[in-house]
């Protein structure tokens, strides 16, 4: 088991989850996920980091599947300019590679915020560290535990 998968294990048992990320195979655009998980694409949680220009830092944006960030209504939301993160920074904060970003076992939690298209689902499907890897879970509870807030942000 991968360093990445063990981190989002740890970090669902440590929030009191019952959750045990699944194997679906290599998916690289959330449509390949939802098809392997057998979901619409909506009820994929997208972890999509941009680099906050004054801080540096990664800013994380949990959307639904089928959405797309707006980069105006999200630089709003994290009170700075955003720009492009390269893989060094989400590597360096999360501990993840990209394609297996988890909304949550953050080597350094970033400041993040949440997709409320994901909040009318029961069960949303997210990255558990890994591209082949997700898990299963109620949108409200992985708000809560990935520390996200709620806001607008997509077009």
């Known amino acids: 088991m991968s360093k990445s998968l063990k981190r989002v294990k740890n970090a669902l048992v440590e929030a009191g989850c019952a959750v045990d990320p699944r194997e679906i195979g290599q998916a690289t655009t959330a449509q390949m996920a939802a098809d392997l998980v057998g979901c619409g694409i909506d ?5 999509i980091i941009f680099r906050g220009d004054m801080s540096g830092e990664a800013v994380l944006f949990v959307t639904a599947g089928g959405n797309q960030v707006n980069a105006d209504r999200a630089a709003t939301l994290a009170g700075e300019p955003l720009g492009k993160a390269d893989a060094g920074l989400i590597r360096a904060q999360t501990g993840f590679a990209i394609g297996g970003v988890s909304p ?13 298209r994901l909040l009318e689902f029961d069960t949303v499907w997210a990255a558990a560290g890994t591209p082949r890897h997700v898990f299963g879970i109620a949108p409200d509870l992985l708000m809560q535990i990935s520390g996200a807030l709620k806001g607008e942000f997509t077009t």
């Open 43 to 47: 009820q994929i949680a997208k972890s």
């Open 104 to 116: 949550v076992g953050h080597l350094t939690p970033p400041r993040a915020f949440f997709d409320p």
